[in-house]
């Protein structure tokens, strides 16, 4: 199969306790562009009508939809309508990746001129607002970077690792729980394990980038389901000079293929949340979030 | 001492006596011969001419002037007593015009370069692309705003306001030792201490011509009004400021005020349509410029800083819309990190192809792997410090660390390198200051503070500075948040045309005249709103509290009175219900519960909150009874509460209350904040009066003796009744004194015609709506009659018909003033039009 076919929706819905007067929001719903994927149709609707809605591409040429509600109101609903086509990625040798050094070496400044692409990655290098860079994630990293192994086999091998010492809980964590928290209770859900990997990849120096996006949730027939199903799904993706960038999901052992489908990638989840907004009034609600990932026949 | 005789004034003992001669450093005041500095001959002179008793009055007159501007100072200051009084010398830092020029010609090109800089770094990154400046200490920085890429400021501008600090080593030179980009702060106080210094000494002032500061603000407000876009309009500018919790809020209200600039806290801010906002009780007013004093992350909770309270939401936005100026640019900060001045003599020679006039202390970014090593071999002689403000890492000496210690921070070094620099040590000079307790001059080691602003002909530098003291004689460290002092600085000699003074006392005239704030904030007004509802709500929760204290302590009274009173105190939120532990334990809880929502405790702290966010509206002893009543409720304990003492707590608080109602209605100016207390005041007593008598006119106890003896205690009206009347509680006169008496503050019909009256007035104001809901129930209100209650035709059931009726008509009256209150918020506070709200299918 060289391609996949998917219907996307993606509902969320705030009820508010006391009304909301005024709204500013910034939605990551529309995929990105990027060579694996086409984008064949798109639709965000919006209730109630906002006062102003304006589409543009983020720093990191994410879409981004800013929406904007001056008159009160007591609920929000927000639904994204996608149908997506991923494309297989050429096959790719982890072993055949430089030592892990070298990427190191390339990515720290040396007084010479950068290359466009790696100055890009060094962007995703340090510390980001969900992602503290600390020496225990160096440490937790440091059997999977033997000296002189090839980069995206060491990558390979924390993704293991993660995926077996961490137990999937959705109880267990909340978007601001921190990662050390994480690290000690050995649980969290996918947003958690990318952070986790991120910490760890950026604290041996390496560059790396938070992906957010959706996974299949109909189990190919024979094959176990994959955890994620129905909410948003997240994972990271490596910086390697030879390759370029490649995906891991430490949530489920896997290398992003035809059932990831990609929205947005910054450097942690605060840059490509959902659906972010500062309202006034409303008192204490939490969003309902509804995520359902249809394969369909090719268009 | 022949000299002396002929005066009867005490002789000047030799100010220099003991005015050690440190070695190693440089002497502002001597050169290394031991000789006093040409610049300062005239200024000792002139000292030592002076009798003791006239630098005593000099020093006194300082500080008084500082008591004064200080009580501007203090009146902002928390209740803990955190800020202290400015600090400072009576003798200013003398630095001659010729090496002035030198100093000022390095800061305005450092100020242009790093300006450059900036414009790079949200552009096309060159520098980073060519190996100039690593990508580690400006993606590594906090305050890299990556939404800020690409956005450009008006006039390539991104900083309007530089200030860097200057330390001179032994040879003479001056150092630069830290880059100030993203709010600079002390150039209100150079401002002050100028003000303060040249008045303690005129004559000299005079004499050696010393520098105006005038044109340097005079430049900032070009700046910003030429900047500004403000298309035809007049630009406004505005003042941007953290709060009155900031170290520097004093600094912020004294520019505002020289400036010209309204002085506004993040709240009184909003966007709309991209564009900036300030809220006034009239209105919507644009705002083309914003001088922020807010650090960089957290200006904009939408795309920054998440959690900051502090912010604009949507002020990215706007910005990089080109609708409003923020000064300095958002993610100027980036620029200070001290890893950043080693990099900097190459980036001159590139961008500007031009030597740096200024040496930056020697610094030695750890991110490279020699550099590293090489810190890692002269650790004792450096100072390590963390590249990024993120990192809690306090700067460590060296010198200071033991064998593991060192061991220890040279791990940490190697984990991050490029997260750390060391510098070599800032020498510092030595001034001299006064000492008015030994009559003497003693050195201290100096730094200094100097301002930069963009103009039109690049950037201009401020001739002075805040020069700042060192704290202890042997101290080699320079901070005023460590308790050092501060100087004027003096730059003698040429004055520059058009520098007039600035305007510290300009005759005001008819024409100046202000009857109310053209930009009253309505954060002021809500917040003064709320002061009226709060003191209102303490003292109705008081007044319900005590009657049922007093109900409990005689519990063989009347058990029904006290029942009744606790189910409307229940029912109003003010108790905790039944469930959650026995009566004492409740009534406890409802007085002085530290996490019980309705505590009256907790309405006290909150009382206290928004009087201190309206402290400037308040008189000294309004404000003086209110921090009485705090230091009382948290006196209180709960564990050994004595029921007597509690009551007798009560009756203080209810009588500091009065007086707070009293000072409302008798000291304050009767401008449109003042409307908004009374008419807060208003609206809480209405509810708090409609929801008791609604609630105690179906309850069972509307005819039992008791009962209508607390409530009548509960609408303050005992007395009148009793005068009146001359008998014990009963329901039609009660009824009459606490519903349809137009005469009692505390009847529902006084209240709600006060509250009509009120709205008209705003309404001539304002253009409001009329009143139609709340008129329309008055009139049912007044045509109420009481005999309805007499002489029943269908007995009992009739009459208790009619005390339903009665009581569904004030739940009415309460959901209607609710709904005004709602309505005003939204108008005056807020700025949305309700009428226009949007229900969602």
């Known amino acids: 199969m060289s391609s996949a076919f998917y219907q996307i929706l993606h509902d969320t819905h705030y009820r508010y306790a006391s009304p909301v007067s005024l709204a500013q929001q910034l939605a990551h719903l529309w995929p990105r562009a990027c060579p694996w994927q086409r984008n064949h149709e798109q639709q965000l609707l919006v209730s109630p009508q906002p006062c102003q809605r304006q589409d543009a591409l983020d720093v990191f040429g994410n879409p981004l939809t800013r929406l904007v509600f001056e008159r009160p109101h007591d609920e929000l609903k927000v639904s994204a309508r996608l149908q997506v086509e991923v494309l297989a990625r050429p096959a790719l040798d982890l072993q055949a990746s430089p030592p892990w050094e070298e990427a190191c070496t390339a990515l720290r400044y040396s007084g010479q001129a950068l290359l466009p692409g790696v100055l890009e990655a060094t962007r995703f290098r340090f510390e980001s607002p969900y992602v503290h860079l600390k020496q225990v994630f160096a440490e937790y990293a440091a059997d999977c970077f033997s000296p002189g192994r090839p980069l995206l086999a060491a990558v390979d091998g924390l993704m293991q690792k993660i995926f077996a010492e961490f137990s999937f809980d959705a109880a267990a964590t909340q978007v601001a729980t921190p990662l050390l928290q994480v690290l000690e209770e050995r649980r969290g859900v996918c947003q958690d394990f990318a952070h986790l990997m991120l910490a760890c990849l950026r604290s041996m120096g390496l560059s790396a980038r938070y992906v957010s996006g959706y996974l299949l949730t109909q189990p190919p027939p024979g094959q176990p389901r994959l955890i994620g199903a129905d909410a948003s799904h997240a994972w990271v993706s490596v910086f390697c000079p030879q390759q370029g960038w490649v995906d891991f999901d430490p949530t489920n052992n896997v290398r992003p293929a035809l059932e990831h489908i990609t929205l947005a990638w910054g450097r942690d989840f605060a840059d490509v949340s959902p659906l972010r907004g500062v309202i006034l009034g409303g008192g204490s609600h939490d969003p309902e979030v509804q995520v359902t990932v249809l394969p369909i026949p090719a268009i | ?841």
């Open chain 2, 1 to 841: 001492m022949p000299y002396c005789l002929a005066t009867a004034e005490p002789a000047m003992p030799d100010l220099l006596a003991d005015y050690p001669l440190t070695l190693g450093a440089y002497h502002e005041l001597f050169d290394a011969d031991g000789q006093v500095r040409p610049h300062w001959r005239l200024l000792l002179e002139r000292l030592q001419r002076s009798s003791p008793a006239q630098l005593a009055q000099r020093q006194a007159l300082l500080a008084r002037q500082i008591q004064e501007n200080g009580v501007t100072y203090n009146v902002y200051a928390d209740p803990d007593g955190a800020d202290r009084p400015w600090e400072l010398d009576l003798l200013p830092n003398l630095i001659p015009a010729e090496e002035w020029q030198q100093i000022a010609a390095g800061v305005a090109q450092r100020a242009g370069l790093l300006n450059a800089v900036l414009a790079d770094l949200y552009g096309p990154q060159q520098l980073l692309a060519d190996g100039l400046l690593p990508a580690e200490l400006v993606f590594g920085h906090n305050n890299y705003l990556w939404p800020c890429q690409g956005v450009q400021p008006p006039g390539g501008t991104y900083l309007h306001l530089y200030a860097v600090d200057l330390a001179r080593a032994p040879d003479g030179r001056w150092w630069v030792t830290a880059d100030r980009t993203q709010a600079p702060s002390g150039a209100g106080y150079a401002l002050e201490n100028r003000q303060i210094v040249s008045r303690a000494f005129p004559e000299l002032y005079r004499d050696l011509r010393v520098q105006y500061l005038a044109g340097f603000f005079r430049t900032l407000q070009d700046t910003l009004a030429r900047q500004a876009p403000a298309g035809s309009e007049t630009p406004l500018v505005v003042l941007l400021t953290p709060g009155r919790f900031n170290e520097s809020y004093f600094e912020h209200l004294y520019l505002a005020r020289q400036l010209g600039y309204p002085l506004v806290e993040g709240s009184d801010l909003t966007v709309r349509d991209a564009k900036v906002y300030l809220k006034t009780l009239a209105g919507l007013r644009r705002v083309h410029a914003v001088l922020r004093r807010l650090d960089d992350d957290f200006c904009d909770p939408l795309e920054l800083r998440t959690d900051s309270a502090l912010g604009v939401p949507g002020l990215l936005e706007a910005v990089r819309q080109g609708n409003v100026l923020v000064a300095n640019a958002l993610g100027s900060g980036v620029l200070e990190s001290p890893g950043l001045p080693g990099f900097l003599p190459a980036i001159a020679e590139k961008l500007l192809g031009e030597e740096l006039l200024l040496p930056s202390v020697a610094s030695w970014w750890c991110g490279e792997p020699p550099v590293l090593d090489k810190a890692l071999e002269q650790l004792d002689e450096l100072l390590v410090r963390a590249s990024f403000p993120s990192q809690s890492f306090a700067p460590v000496f060296g010198r200071d660390l033991d064998e593991a210690q060192r061991a220890e921070l040279a791990e940490r070094l190697k984990a991050r390198p490029y997260a750390y620099v060391a510098q070599a040590l800032a020498q510092l000079s030595q001034a001299p200051v006064w000492q008015p307790e030994e009559g003497q001059l003693a050195p201290r080691a100096i730094g200094m503070r100097v301002f930069a602003v963009a103009s039109a002909e690049g950037y201009r530098v401020m001739p002075g500075g805040l020069t700042r003291v060192a704290a202890e004689a042997d101290a080699e460290v320079v901070s005023m948040q460590r308790g050092g002092a501060s100087k004027d600085t003096w730059v003698l000699g040429e004055r520059h045309a058009g520098g007039e003074p600035w305007q510290w006392l300009r005759p005001l005239g008819v024409a100046d005249l202000v009857r109310s704030d053209p930009y009253l904030p309505s954060r002021v007004v809500e917040n003064l709103y709320w002061f009226g509802r709060y003191s209102e709500r303490c003292e109705d929760g008081a007044r319900l509290l005590r009657i049922m204290l007093a109900r409990y302590v005689d519990d063989d009274d009347d058990p029904q009175a006290l029942q009744t009173a606790l189910s409307l105190a229940e029912s109003l939120g003010l108790l905790p219900d039944a469930d959650s532990g026995e009566l004492q334990q409740r009534l406890l809880e409802a007085l002085l519960g530290e996490d019980w929502q309705g505590s009256l405790r907790g309405n006290l702290q909150r009382l206290q909150w928004v009087a201190g966010s309206v402290r400037g509206k308040l008189s000294q002893a309004n404000w003086q009874a209110l921090l009485e009543l705090q230091r009382e409720a948290q006196g209180l304990s709960s564990e050994q509460a004595d029921f007597g003492e509690l009551l007798d707590f009560l009756d203080r608080l209810l009588l500091s209350l009065a007086a707070l109602s009293g000072f409302a209605l008798d000291d304050m100016t009767r401008d449109d904040g003042w409307r908004f207390l009374m008419i807060g005041r208003c609206i809480e007593r209405l509810q708090f009066l409609c929801d008791s008598l609604a609630n105690f006119l179906t309850s069972s106890a509307a005819q039992d003796q008791s009962a209508l003896e607390w409530l009548l205690e509960l609408g303050n009206s005992s007395i009148t009744y009793r005068t009146r009347y001359l008998a014990s509680a009963q329901l039609i006169p009660v009824l009459d004194l606490l519903l349809l008496d137009e005469q009692n503050p505390h009847a529902v019909l006084f209240q709600v015609r006060t509250l009509l009256r009120s709205l008209a007035r705003l309404g001539e104001r304002f253009e409001l709506p009329s009143e139609r809901r709340l008129k329309h129930l008055e009139g049912q209100l007044a045509r109420f009659s009481l005999a309805s209650l007499e002489n029943p035709l269908f007995g009992a059931a009739s009459v208790q018909e009619v005390l339903d009726g009665l009581s569904g008509l004030l739940e009415s009256i309460s959901q209607a003033s609710a709904d005004i209150s709602d309505r005003l918020g939204l108008r005056f506070f807020v700025h949305v039009d309700a009428s226009q709200r949007t229900q969602s299918s």
